[in-house]
């Protein structure tokens, strides 16, 4: 069973940031586009952001110029940089990797901006 484990969920003020960091196994990193996913309570998991093998990248329409993901492939890490969160940004964030029809989740980091 592979294993994404992320880290860096928190409570935070709006306007804050957090840093959200995903290891993966290097046979998995190495080959898949990795990505972080939200759901906030009742609605539908949506995408957060994405990076390819060789650094391309997508962004959710919601956070462009406030997040930032970027990859370690030394230390087979991802990480996703959220500045000026705001309360709308509430929700467990899931990692994400996925090559063609092959699909792994983590079990997903609570993120709760409020004052």
């Known amino acids: 069973q592979v294993q994404l484990v992320e880290s860096g969920g928190g409570l935070v003020q709006p306007g804050g940031s957090l840093r959200l960091s995903c290891a993966a196994p290097?046979?998995?990193?190495?080959?898949?586009?990795m990505g972080w996913y939200r759901q906030a309570p009742g609605k539908q998991r949506e995408m957060v952001a994405r990076?390819?093998?060789?650094?391309?990248?997508d962004y959710g329409g919601s956070v462009k110029g406030r997040f930032t993901i970027s990859r370690d492939n030394v230390k087979n890490t991802m990480n996703l940089q959220m500045n000026r969160l705001q309360p709308e940004d509430t929700a467990v964030y899931y990692c994400?990797?996925?090559?063609?029809?092959?699909?792994?989740w983590g079990q997903g980091t609570q993120v709760t901006v409020s004052s």
């Open positions: 994400n990797a996925e090559y063609y029809s092959s699909v792994f």
């Open positions: 290097e046979v998995i990193f190495s080959q898949y586009i």
């Open positions: 990076i390819t093998s060789d650094g391309r990248i």
